[in-house]
Structure formats: C-alpha cells, structure tokens
Nanobody, 115 residues
Framework: QVQLVESGGGLVQAGGSLRLSCAAS????????AGWFRQTPGKQRELVAR???????NYADSVKGRFTISRDTAKKTLYLQMNSLKPEDTAVYSC?????????WGQGTQVTVSS
C-alpha cells in the first residue's frame, strides 16, 4: 500500500508561482511512473506532467515551458513547480503513482489562479 499526501496548493495571482509537493509513504518514485493530474468540476481529469522511473519527464502541451516535474528520492517526494500561472490552471491537482499494476492517488490539493 502506497500513501500519497499532496501539499502546496493555494490562491495565487495570474503570473505567479506555486510548488506542489507529494510525499510518499515509501520509496516509490524511482521505481515507478509518477505524475500530476488535475481536474475541474464537470471536466475529465487530465495529465499535467509525468516522470518515468528513469527520470524522463513528459508534459501536457498546455503547461510546457511553465511547469517542471521533479523528485527527491531521499525525501520520497515528487514536486511540481508551476510558473507563469494562468486562470485556466485553476483545478484540484492530484499526485499519482502507477506501480505493480495499481494506481495510487493522493487526496488532491486546490490551486486557484485569480486574474
């Protein structure tokens, strides 16, 4: 069982920055595919950024050049640095790990970007 706890969400003005953190209960990020998803009411959850076990990142086109996914294996933490935030980035952001055929999710953290 893997437990994930996100933090770092909040209210920020357009153009601002936030850094989300996802703390895992075990050393998981270096041996799994992990990423960040976001969801707004009435819309499907969408992939924002993903990192392979080998450390290769992938980003949604909408966030390329603005968001950076990273990890600290010693701290068992996955990060999402979000810069140049836009109102359309407003959503609940959730951390996800795919490991051993199972999907693990955190509880989510709200990010609100005001115009």
């Amino acid at each position: 069982q893997v437990q994930l706890v996100e933090s770092g969400g909040g209210l920020v003005q357009a153009g601002g920055s936030l850094r989300l953190s996802c703390a895992a209960s075990t050393t998981i990020f270096s041996i799994s595919t992990a990423g960040w998803f976001r969801q707004t009411p009435g819309k499907q959850r969408e992939l924002v950024a993903r990192m392979s076990s080998g450390g290769t990142p992938n980003y949604a086109d909408s966030v390329k050049g603005r968001f950076t996914i990273s990890r600290d294996t010693a701290k068992k933490t996955l990060y999402l640095q979000m810069n140049s935030l836009k109102p359309e980035d407003t959503a609940v952001y959730s951390c996800n790990v795919l490991f051993g055929g199972f999907n693990y999710w955190g509880q989510g953290t709200q990010v609100t970007v005001s115009s």
